[in-house]
């Protein structure tokens, strides 16, 4: 089998990886993600640049059915609406019937609006055979919207282990907890709930210490939590790092204590399976896929969003039980290693392909 991935996939570029005989990923210089070259430099990369752009789209159509025929593509995998068509027209373009189209999305914000959830529906139900779902809240959300249910694969987000290093010291070293959330700065990623948490345990008299991780997308919303921050004294207790490299965040993260994520909406967050992959205990909101991936008091604690009170509370009971943080940090690495490899998505994903191969 050989597969084209259109736009720079690398979780599943990975996964693909391990089903077929070849994978090309298309590249597109003139896109702002083109910097994460680097992470798909082991795959043959053609470049075809403002692919996905309407004006552009014959060219890229012409582009491609060259590919297809060239490389003897047997499935094209998608990961956004303007690729989803461009693939489809494609198709339709080179008639090779036995093409599987597949697509997913990693927007959580389109499946918690109930008109972009129904027409990317719509658009998955007649221009692809099959979708990949992050988390079953997604896959009940496609139910509901008529798309058969025999195609679509409900995973998790995979993710390699084994760049990780994990944690093996559970004690606290020093005065401070350190507690860490990696996520782009916006306001449903719930940075401000933390912030008040971390305020509330101030007031008990406990210390803990902060890092922010994420680029700044809405700045408004940044310079409002900046303001919160020093209204509240806590700049000793919070510290922004902007975005950090990939390779950097898996060399450090098992150093903090905590990992806290406070999103209100989520779909498979791969910032808590780097957490789970770096053994670190995790606070995390009940929403979206997150229960799918953290069991509450297994391998992680499940806390209300929006709710300081409640998430200062599960901070508190970890950074005062050792035992637990251990317990739980354990399970989470073990989890990530028995339930979120690309090998396990991968074996899952090979049977789904040979079902649509069926169906279509």
């Known amino acids: 089998m050989n597969t084209l991935i259109i736009g720079q996939n690398t979780k599943m570029a990975k996964v693909f990886s391990l089903i077929s005989d070849n994978v090309y990923i298309t590249i597109d210089k003139t896109n702002n993600n083109y910097r994460r070259y680097d992470e798909i430099s082991e795959f043959p990369t053609i470049e075809l640049n403002n692919i996905t752009e309407f ?13 297809i025929h060239e490389n003897n593509i047997d499935v094209i995998f998608t990961n ?3 690729s989803m068509i461009v693939a489809y027209l494609t198709y339709i373009m080179s008639k090779k019937r036995k093409i ?7 927007n959580s914000y389109t499946w918690c609006n109930n008109i972009k959830a129904f027409i990317y529906s719509y658009l998955i139900k007649f221009l692809t055979h099959g979708f990949v779902s992050l988390s079953s809240f997604v896959t009940n959300i496609l139910i509901s919207n008529n798309v058969n249910i025999n195609r679509i694969f409900t995973t998790s987000n995979p993710i390699e282990q084994n ?5 093996t010291n559970y004690y606290i070293s020093n005065n401070k907890p ?6 782009v700065q916006n306001i449903d990623k719930g940075q401000r709930t933390l912030i008040e948490s971390i305020n509330i345990l101030k007031r008990k008299g406990i210390e803990v210490h902060l890092t922010l991780i994420g680029d700044i997308v809405d700045t408004n919303y940044h310079l409002q939590n900046l303001s919160y921050i020093n209204d509240h004294n806590l700049t000793d207790n919070i510290t922004f790092l902007g975005k950090v490299e990939n390779n950097e965040i898996r060399i450090t993260l098992h150093k903090y204590d905590l990992y806290i994520c406070p999103s209100y909406m ?5 910032n808590i399976l780097e957490a789970k992959s770096a053994g670190l205990p995790i606070i995390a909101t009940n929403v979206g896929g997150i229960p799918e991936i953290i069991t509450n008091r297994m391998d992680g604690i499940i806390v209300n969003p929006k709710k300081p009170d409640e998430l200062s509370d599960s901070i508190e009971l970890l950074i005062s039980n050792v035992n637990l943080r251990k317990e739980i940090g354990l399970n989470a690495y073990q989890n990530a290693c028995r339930k979120h490899t690309p090998q396990n998505v ?4 090979s049977q789904f392909i040979s079902k649509l191969y069926i169906i279509k």
């Open 100 to 106: 599987i189209l597949l697509s997913i999305s990693h």
């Open 266 to 270: 989520e779909m498979s967050p791969y």
């Open 163 to 167: 760049l990780f290093e994990c944690k």
């Open 80 to 82: 956004e609406v303007k």
């Open 178 to 183: 350190t507690l860490v959330y990696i996520g």
């Open 346 to 349: 991968a074996d899952s994903l």
């Open 55 to 67: 004006k552009n789209i014959f060219n890229s159509c012409i582009n491609l059915k060259k590919i």
